[in-house]
């Protein structure tokens, strides 16, 4: 059973562009969970959908939007990149989450 | 909203017992995770404790006292690949499954 894929691996932009990052759950999965982790501090959860609906987001900026597609696969997208937004972001799905690997965004 | 408190740092020998402490405060407590951060990857999943008492998976032990809202991680015959970031994470009832992450542990483990 594959696990909980994303990509990029990798992303660089630059302030004030959109970054829009991907995540596809466990097979079977329904939710997808959206956390971030910029450096030094700790994992802060951002979003989650289930069956194609936001359920809950964090405390994030409207800057930070995404969906969930039929498949269950679901993008993150951050408008208008602040320096601030540089993080490792994590997508994990069940309520049992295994993350994937991670995103790495550097905006400069 | 929710408390979780573990230490900043802690140093052991390769070989020695660290036991990682993770106190909390919430309420509707539904569970509490540890994981294994090493530098510039995402976390891997340790373990799961919902109800009292210690479980133990290879080198790995953690324990729960719900009353007391603590927890523990214990790592044993510490190992140099055991030298990580350490996250304590809690589900409440009211938390549609997100987790409450603690600030995390370092742990150095020397020669």
């Known amino acids: 059973e594959a696990g909980v894929t994303q990509s990029p691996t990798h992303l660089i932009k630059t302030r004030g562009q959109q970054a829009t990052l991907r995540c596809s759950p466990i097979?079977?999965?329904?939710?997808v969970y959206w956390y971030q982790q910029a450096l030094g501090l700790g994992l802060q959860f951002l979003l989650w959908?289930?069956?194609?609906?936001?359920?809950n987001r964090g405390n994030f900026p409207p800057r930070f939007s995404g969906r969930q597609f039929p498949n269950y696969s679901s993008e993150l997208n951050v408008n208008a990149l602040e320096l601030e937004d540089s993080a490792l972001y994590l997508c994990?799905?069940?309520?049992?989450?295994?993350f994937g690997p991670g995103t790495r965004l550097t905006v400069l | 909203g929710q408390n979780i408190d573990q230490p900043t740092e802690m140093t052991a020998t390769e070989g020695a017992i660290v036991q990682i402490n993770c106190t909390y405060q919430?309420?509707?407590?539904?569970?509490l995770f540890w994981y294994q951060q090493h530098a510039g990857e995402a976390p891997t999943f340790l373990s799961y404790?919902?109800?009292?008492g210690l479980e133990e998976k290879g080198r790995f032990s953690s324990f729960l006292s719900r009353s007391k809202g603590y927890s523990y991680l214990l790592l044993k015959e510490l190992q140099m690949k055991d030298s990580a970031s350490y996250l304590c994470?809690?589900?409440?009832?009211?938390?549609?499954?997100?987790?409450?992450f603690g600030a995390g542990t370092q742990v150095v483990v020397t020669p």
């Open positions: 959908y289930d069956e194609g609906e936001e359920r």
């Open positions: 994990a799905s069940s309520q049992l989450p295994y």
């Open positions: 919430t309420s509707g407590f539904n569970g």
């Open positions: 097979s079977g999965h329904t939710s």
């Open positions: 994470a809690v589900k409440t009832t009211d938390s549609w499954g997100k987790l409450q």
């Open positions: 404790n919902v109800l009292d």
